[in-house]
């Protein structure tokens, strides 16, 4: 130790001008507990020499830098600075000394002691020729002491001098950065004195600290805002839902003001997640769209991110600060939208009712099949399908959805599924339809090509494709935006439409039948009578002929007149004959006319 102080104080004889020095929070203290050490330093504040000093002030350590800065006078100016370790000191810019000073953590005025401790400088021949020396009290650098009955390593004094002029002046950067980042002493001797919160803003990347400041918060805070994301509720629920538990009951002791809470809740399983927090006494709001990024305030801090912490994942960076310019600004921003949204429970009672309808815009078609594959699987009762066209059939099976669609089906859910059809490959699509039985297909034998594809789900959610190319034979190429709406009025509407389009297939096809019945109807009924109409012709002609030969060959008027009689009705017959073959021939278009 007494060469280290040595070397301290053959520095200090020799500054002349200026000594910037560096401190951690336990070197001002050695200064003024060691006897010696502080007629030193009272010698060189009162040589007329500037001194700079950066260190750390806390709470420990006050008492002590406010004697330092009375000793200094006016040649001396103190500055604060969070975290400093290690101790450095740079005299008349040119001469660099570092100091471990040993074990510091329990100074006090027996450190003067010297007894026992020994000194050894090292590589005196590099001092002289490069200009850096280096001392320690003991070979080693290291020693073992015993405190309350464990044996710890503790680093000895040591000392480290350079007149290297690039080196210095590095050293001497570097401490002129610190000096700008670092405060007044004044000013933290004020916050400590009178229990400022020192003004701090800072983005934290690490998972341990982004806990403990999500923690602190709530802990400190005696009220809370917050706007978020479902899925920053749920990032609480998952992780803090404990530290918010304990902040409900201060409020209900009415040792805290509450905790307000703003998110867009959507569907039913992010209205099951804010029930939870309402059950413990948050008061939660709605609106349509929270805006980014989402922050907890309370009255002493801020926390923000502009991550979504989707299903509750745990954010990667937090900006954390305490700044009354950041906490009054977001809580105007909260203070606004707490007037627009709407109070949770009845939102809420909107959703299980139905009323409400939540609309999504996809505008990526991978996503969007991602999306309607999801939708598909969660279906609890009847998925319905409108696709766009005969090509949508074949998108579709081509892509796998059929084949989902029919394991879904095999489940118990009801799947129908309603085809455009042009009558171009009715066979073929047939045939693929044999290949998912527990599908029910209906064709809408009827042309109606359309623009869009529609898939409603459990009568509550609807998907809508806007179908930019049909001709396409890939669905990321004939895609173009989704439609996501989610509320049983909406879905009934799409439902309505499903279901007539349903009924009219059947009524066609009721009709196709009827149809064809009456063609083999009429056909039979052709057929007879070009069958009787020739059978009647048949006869005819002998009848007519032996008339004729019997008029000519009897003498007796009578029996003329009766032949008469006969041939006029045979020939009545005759035409009436060739008038129903000449009919059938005009409808089966095979008359000719001469």
């Known amino acids: 130790m007494d060469n280290i102080l040595a070397k301290a104080y053959e520095r200090w004889a020799l500054t002349k001008f200026r000594i910037d020095s560096y401190l951690d929070k336990l070197h001002p203290i050695m200064l003024l507990t060691t006897e010696p050490v502080k007629q030193e330093v009272l010698r060189l504040a009162n040589s007329g020499v500037k001194s700079r000093t950066i260190t750390e002030i806390t709470e420990d350590n006050i008492s002590y830098v406010k004697e330092l800065i009375k000793m200094a006078g006016d040649n001396g100016a103190f500055r604060h600075l969070d975290n400093v370790t290690g101790n450095f000191s740079i005299s008349d810019g040119n001469i660099y000394q570092s100091q471990i000073m040993g074990d510091l953590s329990h100074p006090s005025t027996k450190r003067n002691s010297t007894n026992n401790i020994k000194s050894n400088s090292i590589n005196q021949n590099t001092q002289d020729e490069q200009g850096i020396s280096s001392s320690s009290s003991s070979s080693s650098g290291e020693k073992k002491s015993r405190s309350e009955g464990a044996t710890r390593i503790v680093a000895e004094p040591q000392s480290i001098t350079s007149t290297i002029k690039a080196f210095v002046d590095q050293q001497q950067y570097i401490f002129e950065m610190m000096w700008d980042k670092a405060i007044p002493a004044d000013q933290k001797i004020k916050e400590i004195e009178e229990g400022i919160e020192p003004i701090k803003t800072e983005v934290l990347e690490d998972e341990q600290e982004i806990l403990k400041k999500i923690i602190e918060l709530a802990k400190r805070s005696h009220e809370m805002s917050i706007c978020s994301t479902t899925g920053g509720m749920q990032l609480i629920y998952n992780n803090f839902f404990e530290v918010y538990k304990d902040v409900t009951k201060k409020y209900k002791n ?84 707490w007037k627009t949204g709407i109070d949770a429970k009845s939102h809420i009672k909107d959703i299980e009712d139905g009323r409400f309808i939540n609309v999504d815009i996809i505008l990526n078609p991978k996503e969007s099949l991602k999306f309607v594959s999801e939708l598909n699987m969660s279906a609890k009762k009847e998925i319905l399908i409108i696709l766009s066209s005969e090509n949508g059939f074949y998108r579709t099976q081509k ?69 930019k190319d049909d001709s396409k034979n890939n669905f990321l190429d004939a895609l173009g935006l989704a439609i996501h709406i989610e509320g049983k009025s909406a879905a009934l509407s799409y439902l309505s439409i499903f279901n007539s389009l349903w009924d009219q297939t059947e009524m066609y096809q009721q009709l196709k039948d009827t149809h064809d019945q009456l063609l083999i109807h009429e056909r039979m009924q052709k057929e007879f009578i070009e069958t009787a109409a020739h059978e009647l012709r048949t006869p005819i002609q002998p009848i007519l002929g032996i008339t004729e030969f019997l008029n000519n060959s009897i003498k007796d008027n009578k029996q003329k007149e009766l032949l008469t009689v006969i041939s006029r009705n045979a020939q009545r017959l005759k035409k009436l004959s060739e008038d129903i073959l000449d009919i059938t021939r005009i409808e089966s278009k095979s008359l000719n006319l001469e």
């Open 254 to 337: 009415g040792k805290h003001k509450g905790i307000r809470w703003i998110v867009s809740i959507k569907n039913k399983n992010e209205a099951k997640l804010v029930t939870l927090f309402l059950s413990e006494g948050i008061k939660v709001r709605h609106v349509n769209n929270v805006p980014l990024p989402s922050f907890a305030l309370s009255d002493k801090m801020l926390n923000s991110t502009i991550e979504k912490m989707e299903d509750g994942k745990m954010v990667t960076s937090l900006l954390s600060s305490n700044d009354v310019l950041y906490l009054n600004h977001y809580n105007a921003i909260f203070k606004e939208l």
């Open 399 to 467: 892509f796998g959805g059929f084949n989902l669609l029919n394991e879904t089906a095999s489940r118990g859910i009801k799947v129908k599924i309603l085809i455009p059809s042009g009558f171009n490959y009715e066979a073929k699509m047939d045939q693929i339809k044999l290949n998912y039985p527990c599908i029910e297909f209906r064709n809408m034998e009827f042309s109606l090509q359309m623009a869009i594809g529609i898939t409603v789900v459990d009568r509550e959610k609807s998907m809508i494709f806007e179908i």
